[in-house]
């Protein structure tokens, strides 16, 4: 009769959890330098890793993005500290943002944070991202807004930080950039290339000065449809976000073969 080793079995699951993780949070980075959504070695992107408590991957504060491989990534605990031995540090301000979020949403395994120069714009203005194209309405009523406190390095700040993205997908954080969370890296990667598509769009309609079209009465349905939810749709379309990773995957591996090191 074999006999299996509990413990042991469960380890070598989360073993080969974490190692697949490293290789996509990775990746992301590697597309995040290549769309040129980066702001030198500041921003944040983590995933939080399978097992007991609340611990995730975050980039060593000091890299660039284009640097970043699958063993450079660091592990943090919710307490700031450092799980990994090594030379680096943590970016405090990414500990606070991600560590708030990663603690208070099940759903978000993963955080991405970005500084962009459109997503900065759309967060200095008063009303927000706008319902001016298809990119735009997968966020339609599904983004949430939370106001500037100055650098993200006071853990009081936390509870208002979750408080304000409640359920929602994205944030814009006023005055500061763009904030999404996924069930995956892949579909935090997603949900931020389309919501900072839609801000560059939105930041280019409004400066050809043209009075602007905001669809009338499919705002909500549109949403929906991205969501998966097509209701009386004659066609549905599930597996899309699903493909659109399979091609970025393979784009890293093209970009920087090196990301899985």
């Keep these: 009769m074999t006999v299996i080793d509990?413990?042991?079995s469960e380890a070598v699951h989360y073993a080969r959890e974490e190692a697949r993780l490293r290789r996509e949070l990775a990746a992301v980075y590697r597309l995040v330098a290549h769309f040129k959504m980066t702001d030198l070695i500041f921003n944040h992107i983590s995933a939080r890793l399978p097992g007991p408590g609340h611990r995730f991957l975050l980039n060593p504060f000091g890299l660039l993005y284009e640097?970043?491989?699958?063993?450079?990534?660091v592990i943090v605990g919710l307490d700031g500290r450092l799980v990994t031995d090594g030379p680096w540090r943590v970016n405090q301000a990414g500990f606070v943002i991600h560590s708030a979020i990663h603690e208070s949403r099940e759903d978000a395994?993963?955080?991405?944070h970005t500084h962009t120069k459109a997503g900065c714009a759309v967060a200095a203005q008063e009303h927000g991202l706008l319902p001016l194209n298809q990119m735009s309405l997968e966020f339609y009523n599904r983004v949430a807004y939370h106001d500037y406190e100055g650098?993200?390095?006071n853990s009081e700040e936390k509870k208002r930080l979750v408080a304000d993205l409640g359920d929602k997908p994205v944030m814009i954080l006023r005055n500061h950039g763009l904030l999404t969370v996924g069930r995956t890296p892949g579909q935090a990667f997603l949900r931020m290339f389309y919501l900072e598509?839609?801000?560059?769009?939105?930041?280019?309609?409004?400066a050809g000065g043209a009075p602007l079209v905001v669809p009338p009465d499919v705002c909500e349905r549109a949403a929906r449809q991205f969501a998966g939810d097509g209701g009386a749709d004659d066609y549905a379309d599930t597996g899309s976000p699903n493909l659109a990773w399979q091609a970025m995957l393979r784009l890293a591996d093209r970009i920087a073969p090196d990301h899985k090191e």
């Excluded at 640097?67 to 990534?73: D, F, G, N, Q, V």
């Design 67 to 73: 640097e970043i491989t699958a063993s450079s990534l």
């Design 151 to 153: 650098i993200a390095v």
């Design 6 to 8: 509990v413990d042991t």
């Design 109 to 112: 395994l993963c955080v991405l």
């Design 197 to 206: 598509r839609a801000c560059q769009i939105q930041v280019d309609a409004m």
